[in-house]
């Protein structure tokens, strides 16, 4: 009797070995893909978070510009005398005056703080000390009115003009200081001083980087990512073009001139594009500082 060996022919085994190779690269896809669009999700919430985080910090500190002194003999907001949100770098980093941008802007804003008096002398661009007075509210163990080493201070008249300085050292009512932005003019006897707050955001695109200072130290970057900031400024009537704040009239002198337009700002609104992998994310905020809201 004879007996037939069943089996597969090469044929189906090809056959078999190719659906085989098609359903394991068809899972490998499916894996692949799975993981990058979880990734991408992952990377895009990052996005929405950093974004947040920038405007959070942006709008934060547009809200309190030009808060001014409330203690000593002269109070009153900052935006009396010079502009609480300035469409430029102003410090010792700073843009030139005439300088007027959509991808960078500085506030001003004096902190809570008991550090305000006025100057007993007067104090010029190439000055190297401030003497202060001992105001009512300064108690008689706070060396110059509660000012200290690494204090920011700005000194300003009734006229506009303006100077930024960095306290070094503090000897009774003397400060030894150093210069951030000063005046072309000097500025008389009985300015006000205070120490204050200077917060800025800058687009470096170079390195798709949103910046921030402080008008002393450089610039230290926020978020990457950032393809653009674009800053717009509002008054009672509408936008105000950029240009509006390049071209007179001037008040101020020196390092802190300034253009006249820039005190009608009522509203400020800033935008972020960001964009990673294939996403792209805009997120803008409209704030209007609480300090600016009137002129007295």
Do not use: K
């Not at 509006?244 to 001139?257: A, I, K, M, N, Y």
Request: glycine share 10%; aromatic share 6%; charged share 20%.
């Amino acid at each position: 009797m004879t007996h037939r060996t069943s089996g597969h022919s090469m044929v189906e085994v090809l056959m078999s070995m190719t659906l085989g190779l098609l359903i394991i690269a068809a899972l490998v896809t499916l894996v692949v893909q799975t993981t990058g669009l979880a990734q991408r999700q992952t990377d895009r919430f990052d996005l929405q978070q950093r974004a947040r985080v920038a405007l959070d910090l942006m709008t934060r500190d547009l809200r309190i510009a030009g808060a001014g002194v409330d203690r000593g003999p002269v109070t009153g907001a900052l935006s009396q005398r010079f502009p609480a949100v300035w469409a430029r770098r102003l410090g010792r980093s700073g843009d030139a005056p005439t300088v007027a941008r959509t991808n960078a802007f500085t506030v001003v804003a004096v902190p809570d703080t008991l550090a305000q008096t006025t100057t007993s002398g007067p104090i010029h661009a190439s000055s190297s000390s401030l003497a202060v007075h001992a105001a009512v509210h300064c108690a008689a163990a706070m060396p110059a009115c509660g000012f200290s080493a690494g204090t920011t201070l700005g000194v300003f008249d009734a006229a506009g003009g303006l100077s930024l300085w960095s306290a070094e050292r503090v000897s009774g009512p003397l400060l030894t200081v150093r210069p951030l932005a000063t005046a072309g003019a000097p500025i008389d006897a009985g300015a006000v001083v205070a120490e204050l707050l200077v917060r800025g955001y800058v687009h470096d695109s170079a390195s798709r980087q949103l910046r921030y200072f402080d008008g002393d130290a450089p610039h230290q970057p926020l978020i990457d990512g950032v393809d653009a900031l674009i800053v717009r400024y509002f008054d009672a009537d509408g936008e105000l073009p950029v240009a509006v704040f390049g071209d007179g009239p001037w008040l101020g002198s020196g390092e802190t001139l300034f253009d006249a337009d820039l005190l009608r700002v009522r509203r400020v609104r800033v935008e972020l594009r960001l964009t990673v992998g294939r996403d792209t994310f805009r997120a803008a905020a409209d704030v209007s500082p609480r300090n600016i809201g009137s002129q007295s």
